[in-house]
Structures are given as structure tokens and as C-alpha cells.
């Protein structure tokens, strides 16, 4: 589905103002919307996530912790503001940024705020810290997208604590042609 | 005493969390795990995992759990007993932090509150351009910025610093507001933009209504480019009608085959008179009076003239647009719908979305940090499109 022209969201934070980059497919209906934590060509993932998805994509400029909270909850109380469904929320990670989604699903989870449908995990580095020392029960269902090999641990132990993963190779159009060898 | 105050002893034990007290303080004055899990929008299971965690943190039972009821153990009793009250001066401190910004929030809303009024009690025009004058001057001016009074090839203008690179069109539907009342916001987008800006006071409705502002604007703008040598080293920028004005003026220059300027920044821009793209309110709201405006200043003409509608214009040709906007302002499907336009017709456009409601938030500047954000980057993109154009006549000569 096409997408809006680019637009940027600045947001205030701690560290001085925050940069974010926001696909919109060009949809007359409420879309779900996708907060991606990602350092890794943001404009160009986030337009590619957004239209193989159809979904309204939100995304931090820095995998950072404190970047990704500060934008998956100014978008859980204002994703109707963007014509978004604040229910159908998902969260997201790319890169270096993957960990850093997962381990804000788990702690949404334990807050039990905000609610997040799903996490998209593309291309994760590495997982060791979280799937060692914490319960992955009651984790929302994942798609980790990526070669096997650096995804298998933590998608075998999602499924070991009964979450539903999917981990497949690579969306159609959401590669880098460099990493995809 | 001592041995409860050896449990409390460690509100930041290792580990122990303020989900984990607010979870036990449910529980403990609920009484009834299903309905506290209810108040903290938890999962039960979550909140028995929390209680548990904080259980074995804490190292002592805090809850007896039956099958018919829950009840506090003596080292529960105690610690709710110590942890309330940390509990509710967190909250305290929280609350105030927010406030911050809650603060401004309502600072704007006090400065606005004459604007506001008149959106429930329609006062005359004359009374209304009085009340809007008086709200502009409660924002302050840049200081160090110098202000001149210039005749701009006939249309009588404020010069606000030196060496004018910016033109601003000043906001109000087209029948308030003055080169005066906005000396503090163009002033402050001239001084970020480290530049001068030229504030036309172009002729207002419904005593001249169109083409009067247009032609001002459009004999304002000749005068400028004169001055600077160069329409290259000019960038437009307007707010909200300014925008629209700002549009027109683009519009016009490119039907009469004049030299573009580099750039345009429009801030919240209110493009349609028609005034059905506005996003629905629940209270009287000043917009709402844009059949008026749109009935002063059209004076018969017709709306459908991209001249006075720019977004049913041809964009095409037009130079690097900046659009700002507020998430939640009611324009904001204007300023989408103008970068959709402009972006389709080829146009380098950028939508930069605020968080807030307030329509031209950039006029709280002084104190609210979106709005000096917003100039801050208003101000990179002039120095941008001013430098690329340099640096193309640079090369081209």
C-alpha cells in the first residue's frame, strides 16, 4: 500500500528532544500502529515495515532504552491522535534495537501496560541477559524475522514458555540487500 | 516495632520494586486478588507473580491466602502501614514533575482564555482584534532585537532585525492580528534563524478583503527580493492564515512567471475556508468561526480559486515546503493533506508533527519547549534552503 509523504514526530525527553520518523500507508481505515526501537536507517525500515505491513510505523532514531519507553508510551496514550488503534498496539526492534523490544514487552507485560499485540523482532543481534534471567510466560506472541541461527535461542525459549513465535527469513521487501547473504 | 521497622528498613532492597508495593498495597486494601488486579489494569496471574517477587525479596510471608479469603500476615499489616504513605508522597513527587508540564499547559490556556471566551460569547470584530492584540502581547519579544518601521514598496511593514531574509505573514484569518502583535513570534523565528524577517501589515478583511492581502503580501515580497538582491535569498514563512497567505503568494508568483523564494516554513497552517477538514470539537471553539471569516474575507469571491484555497491549487514548482503542526490540532488534516499534495506534485515538502493541541503553538516559545524546538528546527530549514541556493548560484555562476 503507498505511503503518506515522510513525516517526523519530535517529542520532548530528558535528553533533549527526540526525533521520530513515521510511516503512514495511505488507508482511509484505523490502522494498528508499530513502535519500532532501531538506530539502523530508521526513515528506510520504518517505510518498509509500514508498507509490507499496512500498518502505521512509529520509530526511535537510537536503540536506546530510554528512547524506546519514552516513545512506546507517548504512543500508547496518543496513537488515536495519530489514527492509530490504541489496542492494536505492537512493538518492535531492529538491530541493535531488538533486545531492547523484547525486554520492554516483558516489562509491559509485568506492568500490565501498555498492551502489546505482538513483537516484531527483525534481525536481533543478541539475547542472552533476558532469556537467562526472566520468565518469558505470558510474553505476546513474536515474529522474529532474521537468519535462524542468532534468533533460534530466544524463539525456542518463548516457545518453551508457551508464546507463539513465527521466525522466518525475511519479509519480501523489508531486506538489506548486504545482510541478506 | 523494631522488627517491622527492619522490614521497612529497606524500601530500596535489592530487587523490590514500586510496582511490586503498589501491587501488595491493591491486594492489602482490596482484600481480594481478582479486584485488585482489576485497579491496577493487571492480569491476576501478573499480580500473584508480583506479590510472590516481593514476598521473596522482602523474605517473609506478607499475605495468608485461603481459598475463601486473603489476609494480611503482622509483617503485611506492617508493611502497608509504612508503605502507603512512601507510596502516596511518590505520587506526590510524580504529580509535581508532570506538572511541568501540566504547567504550561495551563499557561497557555490563561493566556488564551480571552481568545477562548469569544468563541463562546461572538463579541464585534473590533472588540475581538482588541482581545487578540492583548493575548500576542502577553508573549514576550527576543530581546536585543531591533524594530524599524519600513514602507515595503507601499505596503507598511516592521522590520525585525537586520538584513531581512524572512517574510512573515502573520496569522488571524485575515481579519485580526497585526505586524505589531506579532513582533514576539516572528521575532523569535528571526533570532533562531539568526536573520531578520520583514512582518508585512498587509490590509484585513472584511474592510478589504480579497485580493488586498495577497497584493500586499505579493508587493512586500517584490521589495524584498529587491533588497536582497536575489528571490533566492528569501524564505516565506507564515502562520496558519499566514500559511494559506504564503501559499497563495507562491501560487501567484508561479502563474505570473515571477523568481521563487527558497523556501517556505508554515507553521499550523488553516488552508480551508470551507472549514469541513477541521477534526470535530466537543466545546465552541474558535475555529468554528471560519464561516465568518471565510465570508469577510472572500466577499463574494468564489472559494474554489486556488488563490484563496491553495490545497486545490497546482503545487507543482513550488520550493522546499516545511510543515509544522500540532498532533492533535484541528487543522492537522490540513497541513497532512497540503504534504500529501505538495509531495505527489513533486515538491519537496516535510510534515513535522508536535506533541499538544494548540493551534500555532510556536507563539509559547518563551516557555514551552516543543515550541522553541519547533523554531529551532524552522530555523535549520531556512538555513538550509538559503544555503543550497547560494550554493547552486554558486556553482551555476
Known sequence: MPLRAPTTLRLRSPDGPLRIHLAQPLSRSTLSVLVLIT???????????????????????????????????WTADHATELGADPDQLLLGGAHAGAWLAAYLALRARDDGWPVIRHQLLVHP???????MSTSLTGAPPATIIGPPTASHSYAHQLRLAGVAVTVTAWLSRTSHADERT | MSESGNVIGFPTHEGVEVRH?????????????????????????????????????????????????????PAG?????????????????????????????????????????????????ETTREVFEHVLAQTPIPPDISVRAVNAGGCSALSLGDDPAILYLHGGGYVLGSAYGYRPLAGALA????????????????????????????????????????SRGVVLAGDSSGAALSLALLLRLKADHEP????????????????????????????????????????????????????RGDLSGLPPLLVQCAVADRARPEADALTERAHEQGVDA????????VHVFQLFWSFLPEAADALAQAARFIDEVLAEDSA??????
Open chain 2, 392 to 397: 547552486t548560484a554558486d556553482s551555476a555562476g
Open chain 2, 191 to 230: 533570532t533562531a534563524a539568526k536573520s531578520g524577517a520583514l512582518v508585512p501589515d498587509y490590509r484585513l478583511a472584511p474592510e478589504h478583503p480579497f485580493p488586498a492581502a495577497l497584493d500586499d503580501a505579493c508587493a512586500a515580497y517584490r521589495w524584498l527580493v529587491d533588497r536582497r538582491g536575489d
Open chain 1, 39 to 73: 538506530d539502523a536507517d530508521p526513515p528506510q525500515i520504518c517505510r518498509a515495515l509500514a508498507d509490507e505491513l499496512t500498518i502505521l510505523t512509529i520509530a526511535t532514531e537510537r536503540a536506546t532504552l530510554r528512547d524506546g519507553t519514552r516513545l512506546l508510551e
Open chain 2, 77 to 125: 499489616d506492617a508493611l502497608l502501614d509504612r508503605t502507603r504513605p512512601v507510596l502516596v508522597s511518590l505520587d506526590e513527587a510524580i504529580a509535581t514533575a508532570q506538572s511541568v508540564g501540566g504547567e504550561l499547559a495551563a499557561r497557555i490556556m490563561t493566556i488564551w482564555a480571552p481568545m477562548t471566551a469569544l468563541a463562546e460569547t461572538p463579541m464585534s470584530l
Open chain 2, 21 to 73: 508495593l503498589r501491587a501488595f498495597v491493591a491486594v492489602a486494601e482490596e482484600l481480594n486478588f481478582s479486584r485488585a488486579a482489576e485497579r491496577l489494569y493487571l492480569s491476576q496471574p501478573a499480580l500473584s507473580r508480583q506479590i510472590r517477587t516481593l514476598e521473596r525479596l522482602v523474605g517473609c510471608d506478607l499475605l495468608h491466602r485461603t481459598t475463601h479469603r486473603v489476609e494480611l500476615t
Open chain 1, 125 to 131: 543481534r543478541r539475547f542472552p541477559a533476558i532469556a
Open chain 2, 350 to 357: 516535510r510534515l513535522e508533527l508536535y506533541p499538544g493541541v
Open chain 2, 260 to 311: 521563487m523564494p527558497a523556501g517556505a516554513v508554515l507553521l499550523c497552517p488553516s488552508l480551508d475556508l470551507s472549514g469541513s477538514m477541521l477534526t470535530p470539537s466537543e466545546r465552541p471553539h474558535l475555529m468554528d468561526n471560519i464561516a465568518r471569516v471565510a465570508a469577510a474575507y472572500l466577499a463574494g469571491h468564489p472559494i474554489d480559486d486556488p488563490l484563496v484555497s491553495p490545497l
